[in-house]
């Protein structure tokens, strides 16, 4: 008497061979978008930073030196204006991004 072992056909064929491209791509798009925010939430959505808000504050000049005049404005965080023209104590419309110490705009208050 004699066994012969014949393995499964289906034993030999991988787990995503029987489904179709489309799903596929939807699949594999599907795990690029979790693998994304996975990353994102890992890190705490540094994505999130890339968007910041402009505000616009008024500012006054408190101190000059070598011609860079440094304001505070109300969020009590001091800012650099390099090759500033005016003078300690002036008040400026300063405009920043939310979290950034770079001024982009500023000029002086009538």
């Known amino acids: 008497m004699t066994v012969?072992?014949?393995p499964d056909a289906d034993a030999?064929?991988?787990?995503f061979s029987n489904m179709a491209g489309k799903k596929m791509a939807l699949l594999v798009v599907i795990i690029i978008i979790g693998v994304f925010f996975g990353v994102q939430a890992l890190f705490g959505f540094p994505i999130k930073d890339l968007?910041?808000?402009d505000i616009t504050d008024q500012a006054k000049v408190v101190t000059k030196s070598e011609g860079t005049c440094v304001v505070i404005g109300s969020d009590q965080h001091p800012r650099a204006i390099p090759d500033c023209q005016y003078k300690?104590?002036?008040t400026l419309i300063i405009t920043y991004k939310q979290g950034m110490a770079a001024v982009e705009k500023y000029q002086l208050k009538n």
């Open 51 to 53: 968007i910041r808000s």
């Open 88 to 90: 300690i104590g002036d």
């Open 12 to 15: 030999n064929t991988r787990i």
């Open 4 to 6: 012969s072992y014949e």
